[in-house]
């Protein structure tokens, strides 16, 4: 028996960061992690930010980090609508370090901040975390140490 495949595409402001014929992802929603395989039922559901897996139709795993955005599955397409994607194997640690970091100290301070910059550095927060989860993740998988 053939396997089913279904589209699958990640679009940021910048433009399309993958199009790719998949097995399955997985996604972080706000209502939990979420894995979509072609027949899935469509729907549209709000991304956090987080790592999405991916198995591509040849079996390769694709480790991608966004920082949050919308998918929608379609009978014949998945659609990731992204604020930030990044591929975990183009992600430089050094600077997430460094960005989280900053991030960290202006958040102690945060005590002259109004709700909205505190949420914006929050968010920030988390998206360097979930960079360093997907390397992580992806250094797994290539066992690379």
Known sequence: MAQKIIKFEIVTPEGAVLKEKIVQVSVPTKQGEITVLPGHIPLVASLMPGVIEIVKENGEQEIISVSGGFIEVLKEKIVILADTAERAEEIDMGRVEEARKRAEEIKKDSRHFDRERF??????????????????????????D
């Open 119 to 144: 949420a914006n550095i929050s968010a920030n927060i988390a998206k360097e975390l979930a960079r360093t989860k997907a390397v992580k993740r992806w250094k797994k998988i290539k066992n690379i």
